[in-house]
C-alpha cells in the first residue's frame, strides 16, 4: 500500500487499494510507466465536486462531460440537472463517480503495459 502513494500520491481510499491490487505484479519500471499515464488520465474528485456545483448556476452536466458521460452531459444540461435532483444526487456522490472514471482509466492503462 505504501507503494501506492510512492507512485501516485494523491490516491485514497478506494482508489488506492484498487491500485495497489493492479500494480503487484509490475516491476518498478512499468510501475512508473503506469503512474505517469494513471496520473495524466485520472480526475480529482474535488474538480468533479466544484464542476458539478455549478449544475446550480445553470452549468449542470460538465461534470458528466468530463467523466466522460456525454449522453448523461446532453441531458443534465437541457434538463437542469433533471431539476436539480441529478444535480444533488452527483453531489451526494462524487466521488463513486470519480472512482469509477478512474479505476476504467486504470483499467485501460494496465492493459496498454
Known amino acids: 500500500m505504501a507503494e501506492v502513494y510512492d507512485f501516485i500520491p494523491e490516491a485514497e481510499g478506494d482508489e488506492a487499494l484498487y491500485l495497489a491490487k493492479l500494480l503487484t505484479s509490475l516491476d518498478d519500471e512499468n510501475k512508473k510507466r503506469f503512474s505517469n499515464v494513471y496520473r495524466s488520465r485520472r480526475k480529482d474528485p474535488q474538480t468533479i465536486l466544484i464542476l458539478c456545483l455549478l449544475g446550480f448556476l445553470g452549468l449542470a452536466g460538465v ?9 448523461m452531459g446532453i441531458l443534465y444540461f437541457f434538463t437542469a440537472g433533471l431539476c436539480f435532483i441529478g444535480v444533488i444526487v452527483d453531489l451526494v456522490n462524487y466521488k463513486d463517480l470519480t472512482f469509477q472514471y478512474n479505476r476504467k482509466v486504470a483499467q485501460e492503462v494496465r492493459s496498454l503495459l
Open 63 to 71: 461534470h458528466r462531460f468530463i467523466l466522460n458521460q456525454i449522453g
